[in-house]
């Protein structure tokens, strides 16, 4: 079975929109910028075996703010420049109830299912609760990009990190066999 590192899109691959202290994602491909480092990290964790997902949650979509052609447009930029297998996106809003949206483990059971992944030697790379909760109820390590946002912090990170770029040398040194 295969490694994989699970990667929140906004706040972790692309800058997302910081206000009042919250992140928000950008509303378009012209907004979207890739954070630094971002594509050596993931070219490292390719060279090593990783298969590289992206799960995102996009409630704006459900919300009726952004559009689902604009994060397709969004995912199809990112894929033309970064090593990613597949992107996942949840496009429920937290009273859909959906398995799918993130803190569930949804998106990771089915991209695990898609790809013959071992959660248990994969990682979840988030900046937010949400992500590592995801990422602790599939069985994967999770790792806490922490930017001081004001909002509920992870529970129990496996560990933190300041950026992919520490995550990806973290999960580099680990190394789960």
């Given at each position: 079975m295969q490694r994989a590192v699970f990667l929140?899109?906004?706040?972790?691959?692309?800058?997302?929109?910081v206000r009042d202290g919250l992140p928000y994602p950008p509303a378009n491909a012209a907004e979207m910028e890739v954070l630094p480092g971002v594509s050596e990290a993931l070219a490292a964790l390719k060279a090593?075996?990783?298969t590289l997902l992206v799960?995102?949650?996009?409630?704006d979509v459900a919300r009726g703010t952004t559009l689902r052609a604009a994060v397709d447009e969004m995912h199809r930029v990112l894929a033309e420049t970064l090593p990613?297998?597949?992107?996942?996106a949840c496009f429920h809003d937290s009273a859909d109830s959906c398995t799918c949206r993130k803190p569930r483990p949804?998106?990771?059971?089915?991209a695990a299912r898609d790809f013959g992944i071992d959660l248990a030697r994969s990682y979840m790379?988030?900046?937010?609760?949400?992500?590592?909760?995801?990422?602790?109820?599939?069985g994967c390590r999770t790792?806490?990009?922490?930017?001081?946002?004001?909002e509920r912090q992870p529970d129990n990170p496996t560990f933190r990190a300041s950026s992919l770029t520490d995550a990806a040398r973290i999960i580099l040194e680990e190394q789960v066999p």
């Open positions: 929140d899109r906004d706040g972790v691959i692309n800058r997302a929109i090593r075996g990783f799960v995102t949650n996009q409630p990613i297998d597949r992107f996942y949804g998106m990771l059971l089915e790379v988030g900046d937010r609760w949400r992500d590592c909760s995801a990422g602790d109820a599939a790792i806490f990009i922490d930017y001081g946002y004001r």
